[in-house]
């Protein structure tokens, strides 16, 4: 049972079934910016031309995979929809709700590219909540849920941010980066 518990499930629920006008921007706004990550990994790859952050994501991603996996198997919780019986307000599976790969992929990015490119950051990371909150809105997850999620991510994010900065790696990848088509004549900008 969640930490939070069900109580704050339904009452969620019951605001968005009094208020089900919001249920359709809540569910585009999150389908939005789940499709941002992506995005703005292709417009920080525009920008800069190197390989840290595509790296990176792809480790993170990978090993945030494994680890949501790995809790979910540790941690069975039923998602709210179906422990509390109700319909969720998006179409979802009834497997474990804990914890959300969701919000842990979009925080995966969100913290990748904060560090590469603060402004971009920022507004993935707004976006990585809005997702969250919006997950939870639907009834397919727990608060908890989405918190573990979104520590997953950023954990994951940062250590292979910061695991490929360094020299040999970083000389490295700066190598592979030089023979790649369009590379920068010039050391990628610092972050903003």
Not at 127 to 154: K, N, P
Request: hydrophobic content about 55%; overall charge positive; glycine content about 8%.
């Amino acid at each position: 049972m969640p930490l939070i518990g069900d109580g704050t499930a339904q009452a969620i629920h019951s605001f968005a079934i009094a208020h089900a006008w919001l249920t359709p921007i809540v569910v585009v706004v999150t389908a939005v910016c789940i499709g941002l990550c992506p995005l703005a990994l292709i417009i920080v790859w525009i920008r800069d031309r190197t390989l840290r952050a595509a790296v990176a994501t792809l480790l993170g991603l990978t090993v945030a995979d494994k680890l949501c996996h790995y809790l979910s198997e540790l941690h069975h919780v039923s998602r709210p929809f179906v422990a509390l019986h109700f319909t969720p307000l998006f179409p979802h599976a009834d497997n474990n709700s804990f914890p959300s790969s969701t919000v842990a992929f979009a925080a995966v990015v969100a913290t990748i590219v904060l560090l590469a490119w603060r402004r971009l950051g920022i507004m993935l990371a707004v976006g990585t909540v809005i997702i969250a909150v919006g997950c939870v809105y639907v009834g397919v997850h727990y608060i908890e849920d989405v918190v573990v999620g979104a520590a997953l991510g950023i954990g994951c994010g940062a250590v292979f941010w910061l695991a490929l900065g360094p020299p040999p790696v970083g000389r490295f990848l700066g190598a592979i980066e030089e023979r790649l088509p369009g590379a920068r004549a010039t050391s990628p900008r610092t972050p903003r």
